[in-house]
């Protein structure tokens, strides 16, 4: 599992579990149990 010590994106706001299955059609991807973090400035998906 990966885990952040240090972030460099500010104050969390918020996290939850992401899957994706590809029904954008500008986005050809798909994503399974994505951890996602918000940040003050940005986010992390790991």
Do not use: T, W
């Amino acid at each position: 599992m990966f885990e952040v010590i240090r972030s460099e994106y500010g104050k969390e706001l918020g996290r939850f579990k992401l899957d994706y299955l590809g029904e954008h059609p500008r986005l050809d991807a798909i994503v399974m149990n994505a951890s996602v973090k918000l940040f003050e400035q940005g986010l992390l998906i790991s």
